[in-house]
């Protein structure tokens, strides 16, 4: 099994950065893609990003530009660095991860248990 804790959410102003993380453990050595989607409330859930352990990356069109994601294999640990935050960017966000090299977080068999990011003056 492998357990996903994801960090960094809260509550920001539009404009604004956050970084969220999201570490592996667990049997974490057979994991080869790593990614985020969120959900707002009534809304259907959407991919953010994913990436490989070998470099892949995919990033979602409405964040296109604002948000990047990174990778530290050896941390075994995932980045989403979100800069400027619109309020349409409030939702819950996942953290997933897969031992396969697909890029869309929704198919991934391993889920974190979300992490709320806010914006809003």
């Known amino acids: 099994q492998v357990h996903l804790e994801e960090s960094g959410g809260g509550l920001v102003q539009p404009g604004g950065s956050l970084r969220l993380s999201c570490a592996a453990s667990g049997n974490y050595f057979a994991i080869n893609a790593m990614g985020w989607f969120r959900q707002a409330p009534g809304k259907q859930r959407e991919v953010v990003a994913a990436?490989?352990?070998?470099?892949?990356?995919y990033i979602g069109d409405s964040v296109q530009g604002r948000f990047t994601i990174s990778r530290d294999n050896a941390k075994n640990t995932v980045y989403l660095q979100m800069n400027g935050l619109k309020p349409e960017d409030t939702a819950v966000y996942y953290c997933?991860?897969?031992?396969?090299?697909?890029?869309?977080?929704?198919?991934?068999?391993?889920w974190g248990q979300g992490t709320q990011v806010t914006v809003s003056s």
């Open positions: 990436v490989t352990s070998g470099g892949r990356s």
């Open positions: 997933n991860a897969d031992h396969s090299y697909n890029l869309d977080p929704l198919e991934y068999e391993f």
